[in-house]
C-alpha cells in the first residue's frame, strides 16, 4: 500500500496558505464546510471560460458540453454511492433541501394522520423542522430515540418500543455534528425494513469522510452537500431507490421537469428529472465531480482513518486539561470533538481562538433539542479533514491552555 503524503495533498488547498490576525490560519471548521483543492476550484473557472451553457436544451456545441459534463457527474455520484443506476441520484442545493423533497414529495402521499415519523434526539435543524412542518400538515407524530447523554450514544434498548408499524419514516443521522457519533446504519435500517418502515440517512456528515454504499447500508433515501465534502456550495446530493422515486410526486414545477405541458394539465418526466425543475446549479454539479475525483484518489478509508485519529488525539489531550466538559463518545468517533471549558462561553472560546488564528465554531451548531437535553446552550467544536495535521492538533491545544489562563479558569 502506498503511503500518503498529506502535506503534499495540504498544498493542493491554497486557501490554508494564510495568516489571519497575525497567526498561520489553523482551520477546525471542517464540519461547517471544507476548504476546496485548486482541482475544484479550476474546474469552477474552466466550465465558466470554455463551456458555460445552459444543460438539456441546446442543440449546439456548448449546450451540448454542458449537458455531457452535467450527466456525467451524475453517473459519478452513483458510483461514488454505489447507486445500482443515475436515475437514482436527484441534484439539490443540498442536504436540507434534499430531506424537504423528501418531506414534500413522498411525505405528502405517505404520511397520513395518526402515522409516526421517528427521529433521534442528535439530529440537525434540517432533519426536524421538515417533519414537523408534514406533522403538522398531516396529523402524524414525531417520537425520538433518546441520546445517552454526554457521551453521545443513541439509546438503542429504546429501540423495540420505538420502531413500530406505526412509523412510516426512520430519518437519522449517520455521523452527529455536534457529538461525532458514528451511528450503526446498517444494523438500523435492518430492523426497519424488516417492518416494512422507510428510511432515510443524513449523510451530511460521513459522505467524504468515509466509504459510502447505499445497497450495503440498506437505506431507502440517503442526502448529503457538496461544500462539506471539498465540493461547491449550493450543491447537494438526493439518492433514493428507483422503484421509490418513480412513485413520488413532482416536488417544484417548472421547465426540465415536464414531458408535455398543457394550460390546464401536465405531465411528468421520471427521476431523476422530475424533481429537478428551472436551470440546475450546472458548474456545482460539475465541480462535485471534480471533489469526489479528489476524494477517492486520497481515499475515503484513508481520509477516515486520518480523521478519526486526529480527533482521538484532540480529544485525549483536552480530557488531560483541568475543568473540560467532553461531548460524544470516548471511542469510535468521527472526526470531530465538542467540549465546553468550565466557566468561559463557548463563543468567548471561538472569539479567543479566532484571534490566535484557529477557526473554531461555537453554539449550538442547529441542535437546539440535543442542547437542551444535555442541559446546556452551546458547544465549541473542532472538526478535522484530512487536511490537518497533528501540529494543528497542538495549536489548537496550546491556545485551549491559553484561553483558560486568560478567563482564569
Ligand atoms: N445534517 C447534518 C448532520 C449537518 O451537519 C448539516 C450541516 N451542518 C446539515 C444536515 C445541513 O446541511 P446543509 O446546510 O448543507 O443543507
Request: with cysteine; hydrophobic share 40%.
Amino acid at each position: 500500500k502506498k503511503m500518503i503524503d498529506w502535506a503534499k495533498l495540504r498544498a493542493d488547498f491554497p486557501i490554508l496558505d494564510q495568516q489571519v490576525h497575525g497567526h498561520p490560519l489553523v482551520y477546525l471548521d471542517n464540519a461547517a464546510s471544507s476548504q476546496k483543492p485548486r482541482a475544484v476550484i479550476d474546474c469552477l473557472s474552466n466550465y465558466y471560460e470554455k463551456d458555460n451553457a445552459n444543460v438539456h436544451r441546446g442543440i449546439h456545441e456548448l449546450s451540448n458540453r454542458a449537458t455531457a459534463a452535467f450527466e456525467a457527474s451524475r453517473q459519478r455520484v452513483a458510483t461514488f454511492i454505489n447507486a445500482k443506476t443515475q436515475d437514482e441520484i436527484i441534484f439539490t442545493r443540498g442536504t436540507t433541501e434534499g430531506i424537504n423533497l423528501i418531506a414534500a414529495s413522498w411525505g405528502s402521499k405517505n404520511i397520513k394522520a395518526g402515522d409516526k415519523i421517528l427521529l433521534t434526539e442528535m439530529e440537525h435543524h434540517s432533519n426536524i423542522v421538515p417533519w414537523q412542518l408534514l406533522a403538522e400538515k398531516t396529523g402524524a407524530k414525531l417520537v425520538y430515540i433518546p441520546v445517552t447523554g454526554d457521551e453521545g450514544l443513541l439509546d438503542l434498548s429504546k429501540l423495540d418500543q420505538l420502531l413500530t408499524p406505526e412509523v412510516k419514516l426512520f430519518a437519522f443521522t449517520h455521523i452527529s455534528n455536534t457529538l461525532g457519533t458514528l451511528n450503526p446504519v446498517a444494523e438500523l435500517c435492518e430492523r426497519a425494513r424488516k417492518l416494512g418502515v422507510t428510511t432515510l440517512v443524513d449523510a451530511a456528515q460521513s459522505a467524504g469522510h468515509l466509504p459510502l454504499d447505499v445497497q450495503s447500508l440498506g437505506c431507502d433515501f440517503l442526502v448529503f452537500s457538496g461544500h462539506k465534502i471539498c465540493g461547491p456550495t449550493g450543491i447537494g446530493v438526493l439518492w433514493g431507490r428507483q422503484e421509490i422515486l418513480d412513485n413520488m410526486p413532482p416536488y417544484h414545477g417548472g421547465g426540465e421537469m415536464i414531458v408535455t405541458v398543457d394550460f390546464f394539465k401536465s405531465t411528468f418526466k421520471k427521476a431523476p428529472h422530475r424533481f429537478e425543475a428551472g436551470t440546475p446549479d450546472i458548474s456545482g454539479v460539475i465541480a462535485l465531480h471534480a471533489a469526489l475525483d479528489y476524494l477517492d484518489a486520497v481515499g475515503r478509508e484513508n481520509i477516515f482513518k486520518h480523521d478519526q485519529e486526529l480527533a482521538t488525539y484532540c480529544y485525549d489531550q483536552l480530557a488531560q486539561l483541568k475543568n473540560v466538559r467532553l461531548f460524544g463518545p470516548k471511542t469510535g468517533r468521527a472526526g470531530l470533538v465538542s467540549f465546553l471549558l468550565e466557566d468561559v462561553h463557548a463563543h468567548d472560546v471561538v472569539t479567543v481562538a479566532d484571534q490566535r488564528g484557529v477557526a473554531l465554531r461555537g453554539g449550538h451548531h442547529c441542535n437546539q433539542p440535543l442542547m437542551k437535553k444535555l442541559g446546556i446552550a452551546s458547544t465549541a467544536r473542532a472538526s478535522f479533514y484530512f487536511y490537518n495535521t497533528r501540529a494543528e492538533v497542538d495549536r489548537f491545544i496550546e491556545v485551549t491552555r491559553e484561553i483558560q489562563k486568560f478567563f482564569g479558569a
